[in-house]
C-alpha cells in the first residue's frame, strides 16, 4: 500500500434510497482525493438502489457491491468492514454527502500524524435550504487523548463529538475484533461509540470539511415511530446510561433519559423480560439520583414511585385509553 497515498474505503449500506443515492456517491466519486473505494451494500431494496449499484460497478472501478436480503443497516455495515481494504474507513448513509474537499484535507492530517486513531469532521444537518453545524462543534480543532476524555466528549455537558458513525475517519486496525450489533436497527450508533473508543488512543477534532447530513421526511429517524423503534431507543438510552454510570459522566440526564425511554417502550411493546431488568437496575440507583441536584422530571416521579411502577401504570393507561384499538 502507498503510504503517502493510503487507500480510504468508504461503506455505504443502502436500502431503497434510488431517490439520493447518485448524488451521495457521486459526492465521494468527484472528491479530489482519489484514493478512495466506495463498498456498497445493498440490504434488499425494492426500489431501483440494486440497479444503481451495479451500474456504479460497471462504469467505476473503485466501486464494489455486495448484495443481500434486508438485515438491517449494522449488518450491512459489518458486510462492508468485513471486505474493506482500506488503511482507513469511513461510514456514509445513502442519502447523505461528503463536501467537496473533506477527503483530500483531513486525508493529508491522518498521514501527517500517524498516531490520530479517529479524525471527526464538521457535521452539518442540511434541511431543505437550512443548513446548521453540529450544534456544539468546536471552532478550532482539537486533540483527545485517552479513553475517559473521549467518553467525556461524547457524552458529556459540554459534549463536542458527535455520537453517529458517520463524519469519522478510522484507522482500519480499530475494526479488526469489532463488529456492530446488529440486534438493533434504530438508535444503533451512538451505543457503540464507548466500546470503539476502547480501542483508541488519540481522537482529533478537524474542522475542515463537511458530512452533510440531509433530513428527509421519509428517513429511517423521521418516519413512523414503531414499537421496534422505540424497544430500540430504550436499549441505546439503558446503554448509554450504564458508560455514564461506568465513567461518572453525566449520569443523572443520562439516568433520566433511559427511566423515561424504558417507560415509553413498556407502554408500547407491552411487559418485556429485557426492559423489566432494566428498570429493576434503574430503580437500585434511585436514591443516588434522587440526591443529585438539579432534580430532573423522572426523578420527580421516581421518589413516588418505582420505574417498574410507573411502567406498568402507563402500559395500563394506555390500555384504557385504546382499548377499542388493542
Not at 39 to 55: F, M, P, R, T, Y
Not at 104 to 121: F, G, H, P, R, T
Not at 276 to 286: D, I, M, S, V
Request: glycine letters at 6%.
Amino acid at each position: 500500500m502507498n503510504v503517502i497515498d493510503p487507500l480510504l474505503s468508504v461503506i455505504i449500506p443502502v436500502y431503497n434510497a434510488g431517490k439520493y443515492l447518485h448524488r451521495s456517491v457521486d459526492s465521494v466519486l468527484n472528491q479530489s482525493y482519489t484514493s478512495v473505494e466506495i463498498i456498497l451494500v445493498d440490504d434488499g431494496s425494492s426500489d431501483a438502489s440494486a440497479k444503481i449499484c451495479d451500474e456504479y460497478v460497471r462504469v467505476d472501478k473503485r466501486v464494489r457491491c455486495f448484495h443481500q436480503g434486508n438485515k438491517g443497516v449494522n449488518f450491512a455495515r459489518n458486510v462492508g468492514l468485513d471486505h474493506a481494504a482500506g488503511e482507513y474507513i469511513t461510514f456514509m448513509d445513502a442519502d447523505d454527502e461528503i463536501a467537496p474537499g473533506t477527503f483530500q484535507m483531513n486525508m493529508e492530517i491522518l498521514i501527517a500524524q500517524s498516531d490520530i486513531d479517529i479524525l471527526q469532521y464538521p457535521e452539518i444537518g442540511v434541511h431543505g435550504a437550512k443548513e446548521k453545524l453540529w450544534h456544539n462543534y468546536p471552532s478550532k480543532s482539537q486533540t483527545i487523548d485517552g479513553l475517559e476524555n473521549m467518553v467525556e466528549a461524547l457524552l458529556g455537558e459540554n459534549a463536542v463529538i458527535p455520537g453517529g458513525l458517520c463524519g469519522k475517519i478510522y484507522k482500519r486496525e480499530i475494526w479488526k475484533n469489532l463488529r456492530l450489533r446488529t440486534d438493533m436497527r434504530f438508535c444503533e450508533d451512538m451505543i457503540m461509540m464507548p466500546q470503539v473508543f476502547k480501542h483508541v488512543n488519540k481522537f482529533f477534532i478537524s474542522v475542515i470539511g463537511a458530512y452533510r447530513y440531509i433530513w428527509h421526511d421519509d428517513s429511517a429517524c423521521h418516519s413512523e415511530y414503531t414499537p421496534a423503534k422505540c424497544f430500540d431507543a430504550a436499549r441505546s438510552a439503558y446503554g448509554l446510561y450504564r458508560v455514564c454510570l461506568e465513567y461518572q459522566v453525566n449520569v443523572l440526564r443520562y439516568w433520566n433519559n433511559a427511566v423515561k425511554a424504558c417507560i415509553n417502550a413498556w407502554s408500547f411493546c407491552g411487559p418485556s423480560k429485557e426492559l423489566k431488568t432494566y428498570l429493576k437496575e434503574l430503580q437500585r440507583n434511585k436514591e443516588c439520583m434522587c440526591s443529585t441536584v438539579p432534580v430532573h422530571r423522572m426523578v420527580k416521579l421516581a421518589r413516588i414511585l418505582t420505574p417498574l411502577r410507573a411502567a406498568w401504570i402507563k402500559w395500563l393507561l394506555v390500555r384504557i385509553l385504546f382499548l377499542n384499538k388493542v
